[in-house]
């Protein structure tokens, strides 16, 4: 059996805030500025924003599968 020269319980990864809590912070702001400021419309026509949108929802696609394949290797 090999024995590690670190004691079990001792917090070496240097991570100032586990991963989950930017990402819960960034939601529940996100959702805040979206509930304080529905009125405000950056697109004042729909097309627009799906204009908009789209590209970046297939970029996000195309870099997922990226970093899947990526990992994979």
């Keep these: ?38 009125p405000l419309a950056f697109f004042p026509v729909t097309w627009i924003g799906h204009v908009a949108g789209w590209p970046l929802v297939v970029a996000s696609i195309i870099l997922v599968i990226w970093a899947r394949q990526t990992m994979a290797r």
Excluded: C, H, T, Y
């Design 1 to 38: 059996m090999i024995r590690s020269k670190f004691p079990p319980n001792e917090d070496r990864d240097g991570v100032a805030v586990l991963p989950p809590v930017p990402f819960g912070i960034g939601l529940v702001l996100g959702a805040l500025v979206q509930f304080l400021w529905e």
